[in-house]
């Protein structure tokens, strides 16, 4: 992708999120309906709907949002043992807020909050208080500065924290199952508007046509899905963070997250995705750009060194300035190995002593 095509696409990236902003505000001539609810929801498997039809209740909302004990103790209990003739006067009390806007409805559900619809009325309650465990910072994508909350194992705990930090009905959530025997769950996440539908499709498309006994992690998931499972690239990088993953989506890339796994996978991926860093986005442009240029040195570096060395001391030594040259060659006299030789048994210990550090 060249400079042009990256300023057109954000350019256009920009104009959709306008477009969707306008949207948003458009809602508000709507009146806060279950149908209207549900169509702004459209695709999202992790909304739950639930009706009570012996007092005409519907209930909306988000499981993974909604605490267990709040939910049961402002939803079920009195939902449960009140008379149709007696709803109005419970949904009088003062938790029970009477709405009447259909922007504060989707908004009010992305929040955590359980939209109640009573007939032509509609009521929201806060009980917002998500599942989660004591998140630890991400040991493989360490930062200086930005957030520390990693995603963990459980899938709804991950969408949880994905939906705290992306608040909008054009988020879609669909849900896909994988394996024969242990059948996991895969959530493919995106948003409407910004991301390719044609990308969305073919993915869906690649994880159902998997034929495996078991998946138990992305990175093993994302090998049935590639293009290439012999490239030394991967075509679908994975992350542990949230942000990283939110930035993902509201670029205009699908990301999936399997249910047992800590990391997420992105689609599609480009060249210079591998060169960027968090970090870059939480300091200032000049630091962060010239941080990035440095990446590109050191690639040309790793990739241009090494042969450089064995092609000058091998063959090319009028390239070699003379004091030099008396030097090398009396400490070359000692090494038993060509320089091809000593250059790949450099390498191969870098890689032994890199792998004994990662374990």
Request: glycine letters at 4%.
């Amino acid at each position: 992708m060249t400079f042009l095509q990256g300023l057109y696409r954000s350019k256009k990236v920009r104009s959709l999120e306008i477009e969707l902003d306008n949207l948003d505000t458009d809602e508000q001539t709507f009146d806060p309906t279950l149908q209207h609810a549900l169509d702004n929801f459209k695709d999202c498997f992790d909304l739950v709907h639930r009706t009570l039809p012996e007092i005409d209740i519907n209930l909306v909302y988000f499981g993974h949002l909604v605490g267990t004990e709040e939910f049961s103790r402002d939803i079920t209990i009195p939902f449960s043992n009140i008379k149709e003739n007696k709803v109005l006067s419970l949904l009088s009390r003062i938790q029970y807020e009477k709405i009447h806007d259909s922007k504060q409805l989707i908004k009010g559900i992305l929040n955590g909050e359980v939209a109640i619809f009573y007939r032509e009325e509609t009521y929201l309650i806060n009980v917002y208080n998500p599942e989660s465990r004591s998140l630890q910072q991400s040991e493989t994508e360490t930062v200086i500065t930005g957030p520390h909350d990693p995603f963990v194992e459980n899938a709804f705990l991950n969408l949880s924290l994905i939906r705290r930090r992306v608040k909008s009905s054009h988020l879609k959530v669909l849900k896909l199952e994988v394996g024969e025997i242990t059948k996991s769950n895969v959530y493919i996440l995106y948003i409407d508007g910004i991301a390719n539908e044609n990308y969305v499709k073919e993915i869906v498309r690649r994880i159902n046509n998997i034929e495996i006994d078991a998946v138990y992690d992305g990175n093993m998931l994302v090998q049935y899905i590639d293009d290439f499972p012999n490239s030394i690239f991967p075509l679908f990088p994975t992350s542990e963070r949230t942000d990283t993953a939110v930035s993902k989506l509201v670029g205009g890339k699908i990301v999936g997250i399997l249910d047992g796994s800590p990391s997420i996978f992105s689609a599609p991926a480009s060249f210079f995705e591998f060169f960027s860093s968090p970090d870059d986005y939480y300091q200032r442009w000049m630091l962060g750009s010239a941080t990035r240029v440095l990446r590109f040195i050191a690639l040309v570096i790793t990739l241009s060194l090494t042969s450089l060395y064995v092609a000058v001391t091998t063959y090319h030594y009028e390239m070699i300035p003379e004091a030099l040259l008396l030097t090398l060659t009396e400490s070359r006299s000692r090494v038993p190995f060509p320089p091809v030789y000593e250059a790949l048994l450099m390498e191969l210990t870098i890689e032994l002593l890199r792998e004994a550090g990662a374990w």
